[in-house]
């Protein structure tokens, strides 16, 4: 199996499986949004108490 075949295989399965693959990309951006978020708080309560 060469890099053609695997990528092939994967794009056939993630069609395959659209449901799936959808939750997936949800999790993933869910879980990227959470810890932005939660980064950017930290930050902003960090700046809010060092201010006063």
Do not use: C, W
């Not at 879980?31 to 950017?40: E, K, Q, T």
């Amino acid at each position: 199996m060469n890099i053609l075949d695997l990528i092939l295989f994967s794009v056939a399965n993630l069609k395959r499986n659209k449901m799936r693959t959808l939750l997936t990309i949800a999790g993933v951006v869910v879980g990227i949004a959470a810890i932005v978020f939660l980064v950017s708080l930290g930050f902003g309560l960090q700046n809010l108490v060092e201010t006063q």
